[in-house]
Each structure stands twice: as structure tokens, then as C-alpha cells.
């Protein structure tokens, strides 16, 4: 396991002791970004939650280096995993600034006083993700677009290894996608952060992935990289595009096509 940074082991999930997926194997090193992909419903939210520790295996194992995800303690795992998911976070009367800054909460004790270090690591980050000019507004009413990159500064405050997000960009315009992901590939390149992620948007995930898991069924489809991925054929019957030799949506099999043809 020394060469991999994520490893899950025969890892099952489900939920209520009824397996939606079984038989999982991942490896993936230290600052690679893991692309989880496949039709709504098949599963994509629940692995995460699961490799992030917030929905209990049923079977297997996942370790960050050689320690077992589902062994650690809450404060361990938050210094070293941070989760962003798609739920609506409650900050009333909270700026943008102090959203980030709870970011912090694994190194300032029981009363969250920030010291001069947290403070600086807080602005550090407000600038990476650009949203320093808007660190003084109220945050229930900046657009989606800022709300998404701040709760990404937020995550990224904890100084994780690694970061596990859950459709980050399904509500951004193509900008703000764009910019999001060239954060992330940012943080990747220079400080070595471990991204798995799922995204609806395959063109993207071909862009920015080191690997691909392809979920579809009780079981994993397929798992390696974009070009061993994106095949048209592979990818039609994924999505379901082809059903007895029929084309059900011509569109989003010439979308496929596209991204197939994508150096």
C-alpha cells in the first residue's frame, strides 16, 4: 500500500444493510484526482460518503496510506480529509469570511479562537480560490457561483491531503466550472492534494482526471484513465444510449463522440 495514498480494499455500500455496490478496488496516489462518473442513481453520492467515512461500510476496508479510514478519529480524519458536498450549509448573519474560517475548526479548540497562523492560512486561501473582494459580505446573498467557491476555500482551510466532493460544479455557469476545477488542479500540482470527485459533465472529467470509476449496476464497470475510459461505445452503454441495438438520444451520443475524439 506504500506507493497509493487511497486504497479501498473489497469495499460494499449500501444503506440499512442492503449493498447498492460490492467488490470495490481503488488505488490512487498521492495528488491524482479520481473522477467517479455514470447515470443518476447509480451510486455516486453513496461511495463518497462512504470513502469519507460519513456512511459506514458494509464490507472492506479504505485507508488513507495505512490507515483505515473507519479507525480514525474525527479530529484525525479532518486534518487530513476535507468533504464538500451538495447540501445547503446554515450561516446566518455569517460573512464570507467567517464561512471560510470555520475551515479551521480541527486546530482551534473547543472555543474557535483563530490565532495569527489560522488568520493567515484563512486569507492565503481566500486569495487561491479568488474571493477575498467578497470576504466581507454577507454570504446567504452572494450567487451560487461564490457560494460554491466559498465553501471550496472553506475545505481547503483545513489543510486536507485529500478532498471529497460530490458534483461541485452542477450549478455553476461554465465559467465559474472552470475556474473551480483550475483550483483544484492548482492545489494538486503545488501542494499535492488528493481530489476524488464525481461530475455529471464527462467533457470535464476527461480534462482534469487522472483516473475514472464508471458506476453502473452492483458493481464497478470499468476504473483506469480518461483514454482507456472514453470509448463510444463503453460510454453508450453506460448511459444507456443503446438499448437492442437502438440509438435512444442521438444528441448526447454525438456529445460522447465529441469527448471520445477530445486529445
Not at 443518476?40 to 467515512?53: D, Q
Not at 457561483?145 to 478532498?163: F, H, T, Y
Request: proline share 2%; aromatic share 8%.
Amino acid at each position: 500500500m506504500e506507493q497509493y495514498y487511497l486504497t479501498a480494499k473489497k469495499m460494499c455500500v449500501g444503506y440499512e444493510g442492503q449493498s447498492l455496490i460490492r467488490d470495490m478496488d481503488i488505488a490512487l496516489a498521492k495528488g491524482e484526482i479520481l473522477t467517479l462518473i455514470g447515470p443518476n442513481g447509480a451510486g455516486k453520492s453513496t461511495v463518497l460518503k462512504s470513502i469519507a467515512g460519513q456512511l459506514g461500510l458494509l464490507g472492506g476496508v479504505v485507508y488513507l496510506g495505512e490507515a483505515s479510514v473507519s479507525e480514525m478519529k474525527r479530529k484525525e480524519l479532518a486534518e487530513k480529509m476535507s468533504v464538500l458536498f451538495t447540501q445547503k450549509v446554515r450561516a446566518e448573519m455569517k460573512s464570507c469570511r467567517d464561512v471560510v474560517a470555520t475551515g479551521r475548526y480541527p486546530y482551534t479548540g473547543w472555543f474557535g479562537v483563530l490565532s495569527q497562523e489560522d488568520n493567515r492560512i484563512v486569507d492565503e486561501v481566500m486569495e487561491l480560490t479568488r474571493i477575498t473582494d467578497i470576504g466581507g459580505r454577507d454570504f446567504q446573498k452572494i450567487s451560487d457561483g461564490q457560494k460554491q467557491r466559498v465553501m471550496l476555500a472553506r475545505a481547503l482551510c483545513q489543510e486536507p491531503e485529500i478532498i471529497v466532493l460530490d458534483e461541485p460544479t452542477s450549478f455553476l455557469d461554465i465559467r465559474y466550472k472552470l475556474e473551480f476545477l483550475s483550483i483544484l488542479k492548482e492545489m494538486r500540482e503545488e501542494r499535492g492534494l488528493t481530489v476524488v470527485m464525481s461530475l455529471h459533465e464527462l467533457e470535464l472529467a476527461k480534462i482534469i482526471s487522472d483516473k475514472i470509476l464508471c458506476l453502473k449496476g452492483e458493481y464497478i464497470e470499468r476504473y483506469g484513465t480518461p483514454q482507456e475510459i472514453f470509448e463510444v461505445d463503453f460510454i453508450g452503454r453506460l448511459y444507456g444510449l443503446k438499448e437492442g441495438g437502438v440509438v435512444r438520444d442521438e444528441k448526447f451520443l454525438a456529445y460522447v463522440r465529441w469527448i471520445s475524439e477530445m486529445p
